[in-house]
């Protein structure tokens, strides 16, 4: 089972809103990800938790906030969102292995496609 | 620096028809891995392959072939006698361990495939 499930699958919400999107795994998985991607753009990095812990944090501005409240569930707070950040948000989680990350396979959720007004 | 090149942005085939997607990747690293990609209309990217830089032997799966050529910094994907349902965006992606602290992956612009029957 690979399975990588984000919820919800779709979200409109407008620029004063606060709203959260969901990310869970249960292959043991020690290192979940959270990629932004714009239409007809390749998927782009926005953080990584490796073993719970905030390990990368691509300079995404600070109206998103990352959460990794155990290590099958991966949440991201939206707050004061742009209708720039309209986008479709990818979770994704790999095995994590501290000595051979490189190689980790990313297994990817179906996404949360969210539209800000 | 890394990065990844996909210069066919679009292919157009006919059903059977056989197709072959380009990478090309830049690293200085002399051990890293290579991805394929496949994200299909409902948005969830799929893993089809993972190649280590030190493994050059060319790989099929079905349909499916990858031919890995290090002399040339490319990772091409075939697919032999293509069926409608093969019809997606493909992203090849390079990873990299970033500061030891978390893998990262670079994608590719992404090649769409659309194969009419």
């Known amino acids: 089972d690979t399975e990588v499930t984000q919820t919800p699958k779709h979200l409109v919400m407008g620029m004063t809103n606060k709203k959260s999107l969901k990310c869970e795994q249960h292959m043991g998985h020690r290192a979940m990800y959270w990629y932004k991607q714009k239409a007809k753009k390749p998927p782009e990095l926005m953080f990584v938790y490796s073993y719970e812990k905030l390990s990368i944090n691509e300079s995404v501005p600070s109206r998103f906030s990352p959460e990794c409240p155990n290590s099958s569930l991966l949440n991201l707070h939206l707050h004061a969102l742009q209708p720039e950040d309209s986008a479709l948000y990818l979770c994704?989680?790999?095995?994590?292995?501290?000595?051979?990350?490189?190689?980790?396979?990313?297994?990817f959720g179906a996404g949360t496609r969210l539209s800000v007004l | 620096a890394q990065k990844v090149t996909q210069a066919q942005t679009e292919i157009s085939v006919v059903e059977k028809e056989d197709v072959t997607l380009d990478c090309v990747y830049e690293?200085?690293?002399?051990?890293?891995?290579l991805f394929w990609y496949k994200q299909p209309p409902s948005g969830e990217l799929v893993f089809l392959i993972r190649r280590n830089s030190f493994d050059e032997q060319n790989e099929i799966s079905g349909r499916y072939s990858w031919n890995f050529q290090k002399s040339t910094s490319s990772f091409n994907f075939t697919i032999t006698a293509s069926q409608v349902v093969d019809s997606a965006v493909y992203f090849c992606a390079l990873s990299f361990l970033f500061n030891q602290a978390g893998t990262a992956l670079i994608f590719g612009k992404g090649t769409t495939l659309s194969v009419s029957s």
């Open positions: 690293t200085r690293d002399t051990t890293y891995y």
């Open positions: 994704a989680s790999s095995q994590g292995s501290s000595s051979g990350g490189a190689r980790d396979i990313q297994y």
